[in-house]
């Protein structure tokens, strides 16, 4: 494995909660973790007599030995801790002053402030993790639906990794039956079988295409549904976001055009968040300003899973819409209010009011059947991360080289070369196979404390 140096014999500390509630956790790691809290807390036994996975009440002194807060300590001993190292959590009450002065303290003690990421990174750099579950620690943190936390949670505990260890235990048996057969070249000898060995790269080509096709719904569940509202001006393309999202997000006016740029919300339907982007209504216009959000708009329609056009009932025609391979299409007819009741649309067509909501509810079904999650369960590997979809692109890529190798009949030790290949690509993934650039890249965007 290759990484970048880190020092990891410093003791690092920093806030493991967001500020403004009501308890704040500051978390120690390293070996002077527990030395530098005996310095700062006050219970009934120093924390250096307390066995781990241990619960201590008392209070925080400062240097002067006046009390700044009671709080509650939590101590893990290495190497049976998250970071693999000493740590010590204190829950103490959610004042910035008190934050402050713990942090003041354990510093002036001998700690240092941990960096974005750094008790996640010494955890993968202990072993504690690989790459992909430190990874997942990031995702399960940002998400905010229940499948995305499905997902997240599912690889942190492991079921990604699982499914990689599957793959490379299999590809390093294959290589190195062949890698056995150069030691007996002079005997002409298979050790490897090559029937079974193509039915066995087949069949590792069928699990890393179905991963890699996981990445579509992925990065739906990760990232949101991008729905475009698109339609003329004034067919209420801003009313019907603000009706979706419940909040009044956009500007709505009688004035036709008044939307000249893209404004973006979110709501989540049934688990699953959606992107709604209402944007400039599309039409014929010398307006510099106008033309300038029309062009934004097929920029927008070009990017979107979803495209949602919005026409009005007393003129119920679209305009045609030229659709991308993967893209869904919703046809809307919107003020239903203002027309007859018994007024008749083709069967491919929502009928809604988005001012008086009607027909919302419908809309919002038909949004959520676009998504199918039925191929999932609570245990479900699924491929979120783009740089894992394009290393898995790449293992497929050296897979094809492997099983035209075999078709070609070359020889054992080029065929064991495309393997490797293919396993250094799934290294990359979880953090056999990795550099200082991409370790500063995914753990930069850590928070502090994490």
Not at 185 to 211: C, K, P, Y
Not at 234 to 253: C, I, Y
Not at 343 to 367: C, E, F, N, T, W
Request: with cysteine; charged share 25%.
């Amino acid at each position: 494995m290759i990484t970048e140096h880190l020092d990891t014999t410093t003791t690092i500390v920093a806030p493991a909660t967001a500020p403004g509630g009501a308890v704040m956790v500051i978390r120690l790691s390293g070996d002077r973790a527990i030395a530098i809290a005996d310095r700062l807390f006050r219970g009934r036994r120093p924390l250096s007599d307390a066995e781990g996975y241990t619960l201590h009440y008392g209070h925080i002194v400062d240097d002067k030995g006046e009390t700044i807060d009671d709080v509650v300590v939590a101590l893990f001993r290495a190497p049976h801790s998250y970071t693999g190292d000493d740590i010590v959590e204190i829950t103490a009450h959610g004042s910035e002053y008190i934050t402050a002065e713990i942090l003041r303290l354990a510093i002036e003690y001998g700690a240092v402030m941990a960096m974005p990421g750094e008790f996640t990174r010494r955890a993968f750099l202990a072993g504690k993790m690989d790459l992909s579950r430190a990874e997942a620690v990031a995702d399960i943190i940002a998400s905010d639906s229940r499948w995305s936390h499905n997902v997240a949670s599912t690889q942190m505990r492991g079921g990604y990794s699982a499914k990689l260890g599957e793959l490379r235990g299999e590809l390093l048996r294959l290589s190195s039956l062949l890698e056995l057969e150069l030691d007996f070249s002079e005997e002409d000898v298979e050790f490897a079988d090559r029937s079974t060995l193509r039915l066995l790269l087949d069949n590792i080509g069928t699990q890393l295409t179905t991963l890699t096709s996981s990445f579509a719904l992925g990065n739906v569940l990760k990232n949101g549904v991008t729905v475009a509202i698109i339609g003329k001006p004034n067919a209420g393309k801003s009313t019907l976001l603000n009706a979706l999202v419940e909040d009044d997000r956009a500007m709505v006016s009688d004035i036709a055009g008044t939307t000249r740029d893209a404004i973006e919300a979110t709501t989540v339907i049934d688990g699953i968040r959606y992107r709604f982007i209402d944007t400039a209504g599309i039409h014929q216009t010398t307006d510099r300003l106008e033309q300038m959000g029309i062009e934004r708009t097929h920029r927008t329609m070009s990017n979107a899973s979803i495209i949602l056009h919005l026409t009005t009932a007393d003129e119920p025609t679209f305009e045609d819409v030229e659709l991308g391979p993967e893209q869904h299409y919703v046809r809307v007819v919107n003020k239903i209010d203002t027309c007859a009741k018994d007024k008749r649309y083709d069967s491919d067509v929502i009928p809604i009011s988005a001012q008086r909501g009607m027909g919302l509810d419908m809309l919002r079904q038909h949004l959520r059947a676009l998504v199918d999650t039925s191929s999932l369960n609570a245990g479900s590997v699924v491929v979120t991360n783009m740089r894992h979809y394009a290393a898995l692109k790449s293992a497929h890529e050296a897979l094809g080289d492997a099983l035209q190798a075999v078709d070609n009949n070359l020889s054992g030790d080029l065929i064991s070369e495309d393997i490797r290949r293919i396993l250094h690509h799934l290294g990359e993934i979880t953090g056999e196979i990795t550099s200082d650039d991409i370790l500063h890249t995914i753990f930069s965007h850590f928070c502090i404390g994490k």
